[in-house]
């Protein structure tokens, strides 16, 4: 896949340790309240839809699924939550967009800012690196096939690659939904923001940049991380 990804974090997090899911479910759940302050039927909210589709990816618990959407929903006590969105640079000059979901902006803000400078990079203002990124559906397909890539092209994917014995598509935004109802093999789907250009990096940039991004997303406030490094 272009870039680090939603998707290359799911995948870590499905090997995971029992004492590392429990962190991932507590970011699936922020996730899922989140969207649920929009409206806590799925049917009619593609956000929430998508946020449980990922939290189902990562085997989370149904119970705790339900409870997210009712706290999300403001059925349930809990800490007001709000979504953030950081930019800034990685060593090697990587592009990172980082999403917060947190119940304090000042300590997310901070921890953002001394992680990035610590790993050789830097914190950067609104838009700093949002251009070189592009919102796009991301669709995962497990054990597909040449009939698979063909309702690909005819749902009007933009790219399709092959990798890890399945399908990655990429679909505008706007056929994001439709296109999900194509597939009876999918494994996983979410908005994501896909950077335009992969950038080639050194073999010593990638392991800095791994350490970085473990550190990013071992933070309960760091929901989503993206590069446009090709890892």
Known sequence: MSGHSKWSQIKRQKGANDQKRSGVFTKLSKNISIAAKKGKDPESNSALRSAIDA???????????????????????????EEVVYEGYGPGGVAFIINCITD???RSSAFIKSTLSKHGGSLGGPNTVAYLFKKRGVLRIE???EDTQLKAIDAGAEDIKEEDNGLTVYVLPEKFEETKKIF???????????PENRLDVSSEIAEKLNKLLTE??????VNETYTNADL
């Open 55 to 81: 939290a189902r990816a990562a085997s989370m618990p149904k119970d705790g699924i339900e409870k997210a959407i009712l706290r999300g929903a403001g059925e349930l006590p809990g800490q007001i939550i």
């Open 216 to 221: 990013l997303e071992e933070n309960d406030d």
């Open 184 to 194: 009876d093999n999918l494994d996983y789907s979410s908005m994501e923001m896909v």
């Open 143 to 145: 054990n597909s096939n």
């Open 104 to 106: 304090n902006k000042n």
